[in-house]
């Protein structure tokens, strides 16, 4: 088929949404569809035969978009409406996939356009608003209506996680929906010059990891409150890796303002190819983020690894780490700490967890299995 994705982001860019965007697009190409990516300026192209990227223009005073909603994501969603309009009229779409908000933008197209929609739900644009902006919580049946009219109208539903899936079956019950949840990621070949996180940093002891960008609701606050509590077990160091320079240097400060700077090191971004590398040098993989309902792609790849899991216990972890794989604990600093605690004294349970979570990743977080549902999807669109 001749498949139009709309993804408002930047695109390629190492983060989750633009992540999940290159395996879908890779699948599709795969699998013999012909694929145009309409996205944002900022990002890297990507060479996947079969696809053809096409992005809005840059606005010269736009020098990043950050992640989130935002008014510079909100004026690049405007000009894509234009974009979209030339594309359209110049190639014949069987089918529009639309990722996140950018299934309203298509939905304005689509009674001039014959082509079968697909809303890609990878969040929920209603509850975001609403989590960011707490002065909008009267407006969130607005929201919430709006959303249901974009799931009625499509064809088909990809939610990507169960609370979404949920959320979406109670706006239109008899909508076709599949479950397509984010994968571990694949790791690239170890480099020769690979980082020693043991050796770098002369750590002795055991190594609690935490990987991903460091916004409020990462937790990253909770965590260091844990590990000030845990000033006792000398033991114990946290990595953390990623965020922007700003928010490792602010975290720097706050870590040396709370006496803990020896036990704690940010080292800032690494390449997404090598996560597999860095997360198997811990002996504890953490994931204090403290709200939200999607499920971070980082946990499938701290699945893989066979590295036990410390989450907190919200609805973006339950609904796919439970006992059996993971230790989880309330979303405050006490709770962490006395969890970190547990697995630092008890290394059978650390093997236990780490290879029951390895096993359900093998099973279920793999991009086989998500590209199998993705094409499963797709012939039952293609059979409408």
């Given at each position: 088929?001749?498949i ?6 930047p ?6 949404t633009?992540i ?10 795969e699998?013999?569809?012909k ?7 900022e990002?890297e192209?990507?060479?996947i035969?079969?696809?053809r990227?096409?992005?809005v223009?840059?606005?010269?005073f736009i020098?990043?978009v ?8 909100l004026?690049?969603?405007?000009l ?8 359209v009229?110049?190639?014949?779409y ?5 990722v996140?908000?950018s ?17 890609d ?9 609403v989590e ?5 919580h009267?407006?969130?049946?607005v929201?919430?209506?709006f959303?249901?009219q974009?799931?009625k ?9 169960k ?9 239109c019950?008899d ?6 949840e984010?994968?571990?990621l ?9 980082e ?5 940093l ?7 990891v ?6 409020h ?20 160091h946290?990595?953390i890796?990623?965020?922007s ?9 706050k870590?040396e303002?709370m ?5 704690v ?17 811990a002996?504890i ?8 309902k ?6 499938y790849s ?9 989450a907190?216990d919200?609805?973006?972890h339950?609904?796919?780490?439970d006992s ?8 405050d600093?006490?709770s ?5 605690k547990?697995?630092?004294d ?12 390895a ?9 086989e299995?998500f ?7 797709y012939?039952y669109?293609?059979s409408?």
């Amino acid at each position: 088929m001749n498949i139009l994705v709309m993804a408002p982001q930047p695109f390629y860019i190492e983060r989750g949404t633009p992540i999940a965007v290159s395996l879908l697009l890779r699948a599709l190409c795969e699998a013999g569809h012909k694929v145009d990516l309409l996205t944002y300026p900022e990002g890297e192209d990507v060479e996947i035969d079969g696809l053809r990227i096409c992005r809005v223009h840059k606005v010269p005073f736009i020098k990043h978009v950050p992640i989130g909603f935002s008014w510079q994501k909100l004026l690049y969603d405007f000009l894509m409406v234009f974009k979209m309009v030339g594309l359209v009229r110049n190639n014949r779409y069987q089918v529009i996939h639309a990722v996140e908000e950018s299934v309203f933008i298509t939905l304005m197209m689509l009674p001039f356009v014959p082509a079968r929609l697909v809303y890609d739900m990878d969040s929920s644009m209603a509850d975001q608003l609403v989590e960011k902006w707490k002065a909008l919580h009267m407006l969130a049946p607005v929201f919430d209506w709006f959303e249901y009219q974009a799931i009625k109208r499509s064809d088909l539903v990809l939610p990507v996680c169960k609370a979404l899936a949920e959320k979406a079956r109670r706006h239109c019950p008899d909508r076709k929906m599949y479950l397509l949840e984010d994968v571990a990621l694949e790791s690239e070949e170890q480099p020769d010059d690979s980082e020693d996180i043991r050796i770098e940093l002369g750590i002795e002891g055991l190594i609690a990891v935490y990987v991903g960008n460091l916004e409020h609701y990462q937790g990253i606050d909770l965590l260091l409150q844990a590990m000030e509590k845990l000033l006792a077990e000398p033991k114990l160091h946290l990595v953390i890796i990623g965020g922007s320079q700003d928010d490792v240097r602010d975290y720097r400060n706050k870590a040396e303002q709370m006496s803990i700077s020896g036990n704690v090191h940010l080292l800032g971004p690494r390449p997404v190819g090598q996560l597999m590398y860095y997360l198997k040098q811990a002996d504890i993989l953490v994931s204090p983020r403290t709200k939200g309902k999607n499920t971070p792609m980082k946990i499938y790849s701290y699945m893989a690894s066979g590295k036990p899991v410390l989450a907190t216990d919200i609805s973006s972890h339950t609904q796919v780490l439970d006992s059996d794989c993971a230790c989880l604990v309330k979303a405050d600093g006490e709770s962490i700490a006395s969890g970190l605690k547990t697995l630092l004294d008890n290394e059978e349970m650390r093997d236990r967890l780490g290879k029951a979570a390895a096993a359900r990743a093998a099973t279920n977080h793999t991009y086989e299995a998500f590209r199998n549902k993705l094409l499963d999807a797709y012939r039952y669109l293609d059979s409408l």
